[in-house]
């Protein structure tokens, strides 16, 4: 595949190589949101983007290193706001967060994703681990590292935990009344419990 | 089994039926919590109880019958709890039912099957539609019954997200600072929140 896409001509290198990346990372994230992390294989995503086991792991590394990677992905199109959410003004913090995670849920295309994450990390050790470094390193250090409380830290996962129950019960779990309830009014509850727990006292 | 056991003297038939009973379920327990729900059969459960696959259908019906059984014996120890919780005074139902969960959760012998409950029913449609009876039906829907207010029912699920999401942070996908944190400055935090959802404006 390398070799046929090489003598394309008037097409750099840097180029290709990151095609091919990226069309590696969304068929693994295809497997992973499909099977779970514990059985979908590097040999079997590669089979699956129709390149060479070797190419996954000189891209990525191991497969832990992929996941990590497919995940990043799915956050991609969240990043920059999530950038104006942790810059934003505090006292809306609850709410620009609630917002936020709604969003990228209630979104199809980050909803898939999510949710192989979600099932992936209650399952398998090395799953929660990636788990945790994006959700807790990234994010959640960055809110917690705004707030001026001893227990900051501890403040921001009780915040997140009320955001991740809510999206597990209602997307996952599917109970009723919460599942076909409307967004705004799930937002109007939660988002003052979120700034609660980050800025009250 | 049961040509041994009928046997013995002086032991009546109903007792040695309901001990045969009780040991299915808790090799059952032990094998949804250990696999998950997908991987468990009937036949694996019967071997691993060393009975008859046709003993564990007469007794309990099919896999999803055996799997909510199991899982109804793992709350029962708390049911009498959850009982006096229901029909507790409503202004500090938020922190009796914080004190409920983290103390399912903290306790090693409940623990095990609410961790396989959650992981099974993440993954798996059938063990999904069996934690929303146990959870919405038994728990939740008693407790929005004593609410007097329209969206009875959604305040309860947003006061378990909190409690469902700080239980899956803590304790299977074990957070820090949350997972060491202490059991009752969790409980601290939470049981306004729970409190507000229930009874606040």
């Not at 693994?28 to 040999?43: I, L, P, Q, T």
């Not at 699956?48 to 000189?58: R, W």
């Not at 979104?107 to 209650?122: D, Y």
């Not at 681990?129 to 959700?135: E, K, N, P, Q, S």
């Amino acid at each position: 595949m390398t070799g046929t896409t090489a003598r394309r001509r008037g097409r750099p290198r840097r180029e290709e190589a990151s095609d091919t990346r990226d069309h590696i990372l969304t068929v693994a994230r295809e497997e992973f949101s499909a099977h779970g992390y514990e059985k979908v294989s590097v040999r079997g995503i590669a089979k699956a983007a129709g390149v060479d086991s070797a190419l996954v792991h000189h891209y990525f590394g191991t497969k832990e290193q992929v996941f990590e990677a497919a995940v990043e992905v799915a956050f991609a199109p969240a990043l920059s706001a999530q950038d104006a959410l942790v810059d934003a003004p505090l006292d809306d913090v609850g709410e620009r967060l609630a917002r936020f995670i709604f969003g990228v849920w209630e979104n199809p295309a980050t909803r898939t994703p999510l949710l192989a994450i979600v099932r992936s990390a209650l399952n398998n050790d090395t799953a929660a681990a990636v788990f945790r470094r994006l959700i807790a390193s990234q994010l959640l250090r960055r809110i917690a590292g705004r707030l001026d409380v001893p227990d900051a830290e501890l403040r921001a996962e009780l915040a997140a935990a009320q955001l991740v129950g809510c999206a597990i019960l209602r997307y996952v779990i599917k109970v009723e009344p919460l599942a076909s309830a409307d967004v705004e009014q799930i937002i109007a509850r939660v988002a003052p419990v979120v700034q609660e727990h980050l800025t009250g006292p």
